[in-house]
């Protein structure tokens, strides 16, 4: 068959995501505090684009002309030209929502009706508090009053160095070949920052950080230094290696273990560092006599309004090419405001299908939360797998029984003895932990029997899976535990 070029004429099909929707899937996936900045970038960009005030009502008087606000009749002819150029479906009311009228208005739980008595949210306090101090800081200010010309100098040097459990990670050789300064002098400045507060700031190891500990409360006698030095049997429980080496008997022992527990192994978490930022909900979640209510917290976001008599103004007597960018920034804010209201609405339809399908969770607890898959949500209501997905993602909701993420929710089933599969992984978890919790330092439970205890409850759990739900949780082996136990008296 001979090689040559051709024309062929081909039918084909493929799905073309529009720049608009992937706008759309990627704000679906955003958080209340990712979106907050998104519209703040998106207010700065579109002069159509405007705000309405916290008291606003949607009324003549806003910039944005609302479902039922009117145009003036100097207006209407020139708005009537223009509202072609915005449709891809519906009028261009139908694309211009206030946030507003929705059910969507309210900051938080307890501004529904009959949730308080106050027209008002009460003084947020926290927000008055000042930062925390730091480590360094604190470790600085000591520095002026201790040390003084070349050794405040190397002083600010350690300090910098200390990490913020109150740890030096540093070399003092190569520190001070770098400052060009001898190795005695840099060892001489350690041990006064050593003598700064808090107690024990300063150790190259733990080891030193306890002796320093030790020093300060004039307990460092030589039995106190000798088991300072053989940490790691402490931490083995080898008590009776202890007394031989230490020479001390079981009251002596004792009472050096009692002492030991009192330092502290990490004394620079005493000072904060960067000020711990709080979880923002994204939906609130309460009860009321007609079952469960599902809000949006739109306390954090500006509601936004297309400013129409200002796309009127700007459009009188402008050139072509100025009307056809106002035109695209109008078709712009439109379709932004429409694509919010999209977005609520489809957190609110996924995030109800959630509280229906664990609504023993929101009554009873943990222990009752059922098997929930992204598949299961996603057939339930009629969207894609991947939706639900982007919904639950970086989301937040609170409760009465407290916050949760909204991916907490799901997680595999765990098979009962007959085979039901009706557990949830999270209460199994629960459970466990509960036993942990709960047992005696004389009676230490092993995977296995916990394996056991939770067949004879109904649950057919192998000992490996204790094994992984027990390590994730943060609780070490049965031989940890008994250890960490008999040395906590």
């Keep these: 068959m001979a090689l040559g070029p051709r024309l062929d004429l081909r039918q084909s099909q493929s799905l073309v995501m529009t720049p608009q929707l992937q706008q759309a899937i990627k704000l679906l996936a955003l958080s209340n505090l990712e979106l907050e900045a998104?519209?703040?970038?998106?207010?700065?960009?579109?002069?159509?684009?405007?705000?309405?005030?916290?008291?606003?009502d949607g009324s003549a008087g806003d910039p944005?002309?609302?479902?039922?606000?009117?145009?003036p009749a100097t207006e209407a002819a020139s708005l009537d030209?223009?509202?072609?150029?915005?449709?891809?479906?519906?009028?261009?009311?139908?694309?211009?929502?206030?946030?507003?009228?929705?059910?969507?208005?309210h900051d938080s739980a307890s501004d529904s009706v009959g949730l308080?008595?106050?027209?008002?949210?009460g003084i947020d306090f926290d927000s008055f508090a000042g930062e925390d101090e730091t480590l360094h800081g604190h470790l600085l200010a000591q520095v002026g009053e201790r040390f003084g010309g070349l050794e405040a100098m190397i002083a600010e040097q350690i300090v910098a160095l200390i990490d913020e459990a109150g740890y030096l990670r540093a070399d003092l050789a190569e520190l001070a070949q770098r400052l060009g300064v001898p190795l005695a002098l840099v060892e001489a400045v350690l041990a006064g920052v050593q003598g700064f507060d808090p107690s024990g700031v300063g150790g190259r190891d733990l080891a030193e950080c306890i002796a320093i500990?030790?020093?300060?409360?004039?307990?460092?006698?030589?039995?106190?230094?000798?088991?300072?030095?053989?940490?790691?049997?402490?931490?083995?429980?080898?008590f009776p290696q202890l007394k031989r080496i230490c020479g001390v008997d079981d009251e002596d022992l004792a009472d050096m273990i009692r002492e030991l527990r009192g330092y502290d192994p990490k004394p620079g978490l005493k000072f904060g560092g960067d000020r711990t930022q709080a979880v923002v909900p994204d939906l609130?979640?309460?009860?009321?006599?007609?079952?469960?209510?599902?809000?949006?917290?739109?306390?954090?976001?500006?509601?936004?309004?297309v400013n129409r008599r200002y796309y009127t103004e700007l459009a009188k007597g402008a050139a072509a090419k100025s009307k056809a960018w106002l035109s695209e920034q109008l078709a712009g804010a439109n379709w932004l405001v429409r694509a919010l209201d999209q977005r609520q609405r489809t957190i609110v339809k996924v995030a109800s299908e959630i509280v229906k399908q664990q609504e023993g969770f929101f009554l009873h607890g943990v222990a009752h939360m059922r098997p929930l898959t992204l598949r299961q949500v996603a057939e339930a209501i009629g969207m894609h797998e991947s939706t639900v997905s982007r919904v639950t993602s970086n989301k937040y909701l609170s409760c009465p029984r407290g916050l949760f993420e909204l991916k907490y929710f799901f997680s595999?089933?765990?098979?009962?003895?007959?085979?039901?599969g009706a557990v949830s992984a999270e209460a199994v978890k629960s459970r466990i932990k509960a036993m942990i919790?709960?047992?005696?330092a004389k009676a230490i439970l092993s995977d296995e029997t916990i394996a056991q205890k939770l067949s004879v409850e109904g649950h057919d759990i192998a000992r490996r899976t204790v094994v992984k739900y027990r390590e994730a949780m943060g609780y070490g082996s049965s031989v940890q535990r008994r250890r960490q136990k008999a040395l906590a008296g």
């Design 81 to 105: 030209a223009d509202q072609a150029l915005l449709s891809d479906t519906g009028t261009a009311n139908d694309l211009d929502v206030d946030l507003a009228a929705e059910s969507f208005h």
């Design 284 to 305: 609130y979640i309460r009860q009321t006599a007609k079952g469960w209510a599902v809000e949006i917290n739109s306390g954090t976001l500006p509601r936004l309004l």
């Design 437 to 440: 919790e709960a047992e005696d």
């Design 38 to 56: 998104y519209l703040a970038e998106a207010l700065e960009g579109n002069p159509l684009l405007d705000t309405a005030s916290a008291d606003s």
């Design 412 to 420: 595999s089933g765990i098979s009962d003895t007959q085979g039901d």
């Design 116 to 121: 308080s008595g106050s027209d008002s949210e």
């Design 64 to 71: 944005g002309d609302g479902p039922g606000d009117e145009a």
């Design 213 to 238: 500990q030790a020093r300060e409360a004039d307990r460092y006698d030589p039995a106190m230094a000798c088991m300072i030095a053989h940490l790691d049997l402490v931490a083995k429980g080898a």
